[in-house]
Structure formats: C-alpha cells, structure tokens
C-alpha cells in the first residue's frame, strides 16, 4: 500500500535565514530542503508553505512591546520565501499552497493552526494523508507551537519531523523534547 504524504514547511523566510532574525543554521538548512525537494518532490500528494505575514505595528515586535526584531513586514523582501526553495516549489510536479499567519496586529500566531481560516484549509488539504512531514523555522517557536497545534487537532501519529530541515534557536532542544513526549516519528 502507498502511504499518502504531505509536506508542512513553517516560515522558511528570509528574515529568519539572512534577515532581522536570522536562526543559525537556516540557509544551509532551508538549501538543503530546496535539494530535498528538487528530489522528493513526488513522494508527496501536496506542500503547504506558511509565512508570517506582519502589519508595521505588530504586537510582537520589540517598538511595539514584544520580544522580537521587526520582522516579515507584509510585502517586504524579509517576509518572502527563501529564493532557492521557492525556485523548487515552483519546479516541482505537486500542488503546493501558502498559508500567512500574524496578520493581525494585536494577535501573536506561532502556529499556522492559530488561524481559524487556516486551520480549516489545513484540515481540508490532509484529509486523507497518512504523513505530515514538518519542518521548518524555526523549531522551538514556529514549527513547536505548529506541531503541538496539529498534535491536538489530528493526533500524534499523523506527523513525522524533519529536524534536518530544522534549524532552532535553541540548538534543538525544544523540538527534540516534543518529538520524545509525544512519541513522533523523525528523520535526522
């Protein structure tokens, strides 16, 4: 039997690769994934892409009284997706959908699954699938708060992590612990 596969890519954008809040370890990581793809590709029945999709005055940057930098600001340079790996995504053979979370000014969205809109879309795009594979930036913000969403909604079974195509702030502690507690499958 074929196992039906998704890919779920959180944030690969270039502020967190070369950008404002640039994760270690994110251009090789988010160049590997491009590779991966341009290979993979067709083991997969459909690729999502969130990004943070960030007004001026959101309430998670620093100015405005949040933690981090300004970031992803919408339509700026920062908030597109690493050239390399869209350049795979537009040459692949399979369907592939873009997500935005962080749209509203005064609601923090780690999670593409904090979006009710997104959420649903989600839902609707794996019905059916046997795997979700996650990756992404970075692991112990975005891609955590991501998986423990899914986790919650579809149950642990149906997702399988990337850490390759992962890079952390904190050096993958986070994602590491997530993957142990609930007992996710992973590919180093």
Known sequence: MIMKRALLIVDPQIDFITGSL????????MDSLAAYIGCNAGAYSHIIVTADRHPFAHCSFR??????PRHCLHDSVGAAV????????????????????GEDA??????????????????????????????GIAGDVCVADTLRDGINLFGPDLFNVLTRFTPSIDGGETIDSIISKFRLSCDR
């Open 22 to 29: 640039a994760v270690d370890g994110a251009r090789e990581a």
């Open 63 to 68: 100015d405005e009284g949040g933690r981090w």
């Open 82 to 101: 690493w050239p390399p790996l869209m350049e795979a995504l537009y040459a692949c053979q399979c369907p592939v959908t873009f997500l935005h979370k």
């Open 106 to 135: 005064e609601r923090e969205e780690y999670s593409i699954f904090a979006s009710p809109a997104a959420s649903r879309r989600i839902a609707g795009l794996v019905a059916g699938t046997d795997v979700v594979d996650v990756c």
